[in-house]
């Protein structure tokens, strides 16, 4: 049985992240074997949004919510990885993963990451890490003070704003400026 054929009999012929039934591919998530284990079945909309990250449009990933669920890993790494570059860390929390299932997910997403950045004692971060704030800082425009003691948890690194990370404070995503910032 080829692996295309694998995978249409594993997702009855729908997309396994949107479910669509129309235009259905093989997605290798790598790094991959070419395996049906580590591939997934997914319509046109999904694979062209996966490849073009710079065009995704969050409102069609809303199918992530069931699709991290999945008891494919292909599939739960593929949402991980969506939900990450969505900056929907509240969703990310909430995924259980092996360990090695993991591994193979933040795999996919440390290669894709050339920003080195660094905290206030020179210690490289990482997406998916967790820092301390070392001063009360004012939010400009969400009308609170993130306070000195604070652990922000599973970071993510904007490639688009240097020296700084992005992270949820009091329910509230914020830009944090690594300056101010110390790892966990």
């Not at 990933?61 to 990450?84: G, H, I, Q, T």
């Not at 704003?161 to 992270?167: A, K, N, R, S, Y």
Request: aromatic share 6%.
């Amino acid at each position: 049985m080829s692996v295309e054929e694998e995978l249409k009999s594993r997702s009855k012929s729908k997309c396994e992240l949107c479910q669509s039934s129309e235009n259905l591919s093989v997605f290798e998530v790598a790094p991959s074997d070419g395996s049906a284990e580590q591939s997934v079945y997914i319509c046109a909309t999904c694979k062209e949004q996966i490849e073009n990250p710079d065009k995704i449009d969050e409102v069609h990933f809303n199918c992530l919510n069931d699709s991290m669920w999945s008891e494919v890993p292909a599939v739960v790494v593929m949402s991980y990885r969506l939900l990450k570059l969505l900056g929907r860390e509240d969703l990310v929390d909430s995924i259980y993963m092996e360990d090695d299932v993991r591994a193979w997910a933040d795999a996919g997403i440390k290669s894709s990451n050339s920003v080195v950045v660094k905290d206030s004692n020179g210690t490289i971060l990482n997406a998916g890490d967790s820092v301390v704030i070392i001063k009360d800082l004012e939010v400009k425009g969400a009308g609170f003070t993130a306070k000195r003691g604070t652990t922000v948890r599973n970071i993510s690194i904007p490639q688009d704003v240097e020296g700084h990370i992005e992270g949820r404070v009091n329910g509230t995503k914020i830009y944090l400026k690594t300056e101010f910032l110390k790892k966990a």
